[in-house]
């Protein structure tokens, strides 16, 4: 059983930064693709970006450019650093990790961090 706890959300105005994090715990991190979701008040979960096990990384096309996906596995931590931040941009942010075991996908979903984006 893996636990994802995300944290570095809160306040930011537009043109601004975050960064966020995700922790992970009690399995092997590096085997997992890791992403980042969104989502907002009665809408669905949305892909923000995804780095693979291998370190490949993919993004949501508004986001390429200003957000960046990174892991260290020896810190069992996945990134997302998001720039010129958009009131667009504010929901919940969730930690994803994907693995395949056998027949099996084996998923796993953090809590969130609230992102708010407003001057």
Same mark, same amino acid.
């Given at each position: ?12 105005? /537009? +043109?601004?930064?975050?960064? !966020? ?5 009690? %399995?092997?991190?590096?085997? &997992?693709?890791? @992403?980042?979701?969104?989502?907002? /008040? +009665?809408?669905?979960?949305? !892909? ?5 096990? %291998?370190?490949?990384?993919? &993004?949501?096309? @508004? ?57």
């Amino acid at each position: 059983q893996v636990q994802l706890v995300e944290s570095g959300g809160g306040l930011v105005q /537009p +043109g601004g930064s975050l960064s !966020l994090s995700c922790a992970a715990s009690g %399995g092997i991190f590096s085997l &997992y693709d890791m @992403s980042w979701y969104r989502q907002d /008040p +009665g809408e669905q979960r949305e !892909l923000v970006a995804t780095i693979t096990s %291998g370190g490949s990384t993919n &993004y949501r096309g @508004s986001e390429k450019g200003r957000f960046t996906i990174s892991r260290d596995n020896a810190k069992n931590t996945v990134y997302l650093q998001m720039n010129n931040l958009k009131p667009d941009d504010t929901a919940v942010y969730y930690c994803h990790a994907y693995r395949i075991a056998g027949d099996a996908e084996v998923t796993y979903w953090g809590k969130g961090t609230q992102v708010t984006v407003s001057s």
